[in-house]
């Protein structure tokens, strides 16, 4: 294959990678597209844009057909969207396993999303704002245990549960039971599951840690350890 290039924003930043066939040669990023462009100029004619389209409708295939970009995912109902580089990851996460069936639990900076994920394809998906609350209230990457359990066993009461933590300044309580919330809505996706969650840092681990807790087998890996591998495949899929 030519050269080419992807350029897409992962929720954080602008990235920009010029390839050379399924191996990265330059890669940069920035506060936008032309800051990212600018590390890496020259840019090759051929560009493949994460975030091109409209969206696929699931059940989808994660590694998609079009030559040109990457659509988001879109469910119809209940009503949701998994961004173009979710997507990628996802697409990086398959690479070698391609026939996995289970749940991938993708925790971003402000959203998490649960992918029921079956023969390459996305077959459902609920997402959550549980990591743009615990920053917006002021929670931290640990969660309480005792909040956890408070929240799993009376969600209906997280209004209640979140007001008296603030009261108390008690801030991993706050993370607890938004935590708790989010897995208490999201069973019927990690129940008799297994599970690969994909974050970074200690927020990550104490996810993985609250489900584990229930003696659900979790895996965590990096979003950065998934690029690469999802790139590879796009050019295998577009050569």
């Not at 066939?21 to 590390?39: F, L």
């Not at 690479?95 to 994920?117: N, T």
């Amino acid at each position: 294959m030519i050269d080419w290039a992807v350029i897409g924003h992962d929720g954080e930043r602008a990235r920009a990678f010029v390839m050379q066939g399924a191996r990265i040669v330059r890669q940069a990023e920035g506060r936008d597209e032309a800051d990212a462009r600018a590390s890496v100029t020259p840019l090759p004619h051929r560009i493949f844009r994460i975030g091109e389209g409209q969206g696929d409708h699931l059940p989808a295939q994660i590694t998609p057909q079009a030559a040109r970009g990457l659509a988001p995912l879109v469910q119809d109902a209940p009503p949701d969207v998994i961004d173009a580089w979710v997507r990628l990851l996802l697409i990086g996460l398959l690479r070698g396993r391609a026939q996995w069936d289970g749940v991938a639990w993708v925790v971003g900076r402000d959203l998490s999303h649960w992918v029921h994920l079956s023969a390459g394809e996305a077959v459902s998906c609920q997402s959550f704002m549980t990591p743009r609350l615990v920053r917006l209230l002021g929670g931290t990457a640990e969660p309480c245990d005792v909040a956890l359990a408070d929240t799993l066993s009376r969600p209906e009461r997280l209004a209640a549960y979140l007001r008296g933590a603030e009261v108390r300044g008690d801030r991993a309580a706050i993370t607890g039971h938004l935590l708790a919330a989010e897995l208490a809505a999201a069973r019927p996706y990690w129940l008799g599951q297994s599970v690969m969650l994909i974050g970074s840092g200690d927020e990550a681990e104490s996810y993985a840690a609250a489900l584990r807790g229930h003696g659900v087998p979790v895996e965590v890996t990096a979003p950065e350890s998934l690029t690469a591998p999802a790139l590879a495949a796009l050019a295998e899929r577009l050569a």
